[in-house]
C-alpha cells in the first residue's frame, strides 16, 4: 500500500487522526504503518498538528490493556494526551446524530467526524473508506 500524499498538506495543518492509522503506526503494521507514516514523520518535525478524540483513547489504550501492559497503555496516553484531545460535548453529540443520520455513518465513525468539523481541522485521516460519504471536511484514507 502506498504512503499518504502529504505534500498537498500546509504546513501548521490540524488532523484529527482516527484510531486505526494510530494503532498501525504504534504496533509498527507490516503493510498499513507505512501508508501513514509521512504524517507521523511530518507531525514528528512539528509541520503537522494532530487531534484525537476520546473514543480514540479508549480504543488505542484498549490493546495494551487486554494484554496486560500497563506500562505501554500509559506511555499510549501520555503521547496521545500531547496533542489535542477533543472531548465529547453536547454540540458534537448533536452534530454526530445529524451525520450518523444524514450520511448513515456509524455512529463512532459520525462523533469522529464531527469532532473533526467542530475544532475545524484541516483533514480527518482514517483507513475507513466508509468516510467516503463526508463533504463537510477532506478526508485522508
Same mark, same amino acid.
Given at each position: /500500500?502506498?504512503p499518504?500524499? *502529504?505534500?498537498?498538506?500546509?504546513?501548521?495543518?490540524l488532523?484529527?487522526?482516527?484510531?486505526? #492509522?494510530? &494503532?498501525?503506526?504504534?504496533?509498527?503494521?507490516? $503493510?498499513?504503518?507505512? !501508508?501513514?507514516? #509521512?504524517?507521523?514523520? !511530518?507531525?514528528?518535525?512539528?509541520?503537522?498538528?494532530?487531534a484525537? *478524540? *476520546? @473514543?480514540? &483513547?479508549?480504543?488505542?489504550?484498549?490493546?495494551?490493556? %487486554?494484554a496486560?501492559?500497563?506500562?505501554?497503555?500509559? %506511555?499510549? $496516553?501520555?503521547?496521545?494526551?500531547?496533542?489535542?484531545?477533543? =472531548?465529547?460535548?453536547?454540540?458534537?453529540?448533536?452534530?454526530?446524530?445529524?451525520?450518523?443520520?444524514?450520511?448513515?455513518?456509524?455512529?463512532?465513525?459520525? &462523533?469522529?467526524?464531527?469532532?473533526? @468539523?467542530?475544532?475545524?481541522? =484541516?483533514?480527518?485521516? *482514517?483507513h475507513?473508506r466508509?468516510?467516503? %460519504?463526508? %463533504?463537510a /471536511? $477532506?478526508?485522508?484514507?
Amino acid at each position: /500500500m502506498e504512503p499518504l500524499d *502529504t505534500a498537498r498538506l500546509d504546513a501548521g495543518s490540524l488532523l484529527l487522526v482516527d484510531s486505526a #492509522p494510530i &494503532i498501525y503506526v504504534l504496533e509498527s503494521h507490516a $503493510r498499513l504503518a507505512a !501508508r501513514f507514516a #509521512p504524517l507521523f514523520d !511530518r507531525h514528528r518535525d512539528g509541520e503537522l498538528a494532530f487531534a484525537v *478524540t *476520546t @473514543i480514540t &483513547i479508549a480504543e488505542v489504550l484498549s490493546g495494551p490493556l %487486554r494484554a496486560g501492559d500497563e506500562a505501554l497503555a500509559k %506511555r499510549f $496516553r501520555s503521547v496521545l494526551e500531547s496533542w489535542q484531545v477533543v =472531548d465529547l460535548t453536547a454540540d458534537i453529540a448533536e452534530s454526530a446524530a445529524r451525520l450518523h443520520a444524514s450520511l448513515k455513518l456509524k455512529l463512532a465513525d459520525a &462523533i469522529q467526524a464531527a469532532s473533526a @468539523i467542530s475544532v475545524n481541522a =484541516d483533514a480527518l485521516v *482514517t483507513h475507513d473508506r466508509d468516510f467516503s %460519504r463526508l %463533504r463537510a /471536511m $477532506r478526508v485522508l484514507v
